[in-house]
Each structure stands twice: as structure tokens, then as C-alpha cells.
């Protein structure tokens, strides 16, 4: 998806409470989201999109930090290609 798309699917779901979700990008949704649930965070509204680009991914990453968002920790190693928020 490109990061217009992507940006206003995340803005369908978490606005205007941008600073009440997490966002993140990884390369491996699944095994991102079960890190995730083995520190006991609640993903009952995870969503994650597959981005065209890591740099992509990136930009909306960034867009959503400056929006409020929290930030996962790590992310960017390897060819992360999935935002998803929690």
C-alpha cells in the first residue's frame, strides 16, 4: 500500500486520540505481535498494512509520532514493510 492509503486507514481508526495508540513497523507482523502479547500488552485493536516500501512504512511511522502516537521500541532493522498500531 502506499503511505497515502495506509495514512488514511490509521486515520479512520485512531483520530483524533492519535496519543491513545502505539504504532510500529516490522518486517514480521507475527512474530512482532506475539513479542507484543509476551509483554502483556492488550491488542485487541491491532491493525497492521503492508507498506510498498520500508521507506514508506518509515514516513507514516513518523507522520503518526509527530501526531502523537507512541512509538514502538526497535522495528527497523531487516526490510520492515508492515506499520501496524495497537
Do not use: C, Q
Amino acid at each position: 500500500m502506499n503511505d497515502h492509503d495506509i495514512t488514511r486507514a490509521i486515520e479512520d481508526r485512531a483520530a483524533p486520540d492519535f496519543g491513545l495508540w502505539t504504532i510500529g513497523i516490522t518486517e514480521d507482523p507475527k512474530a512482532t505481535r506475539r513479542s507484543h502479547d509476551d509483554k502483556g500488552e492488550d491488542l485487541k485493536d491491532w491493525l497492521e498494512w503492508p507498506a510498498d516500501s520500508k521507506d514508506i512504512a518509515r514516513a507514516v511511522r513518523d507522520h503518526f509520532i509527530d501526531e502523537g502516537m507512541k512509538e514502538t521500541e526497535g522495528g527497523d532493522a531487516g526490510n520492515p514493510t508492515f506499520v501496524y498500531i495497537f
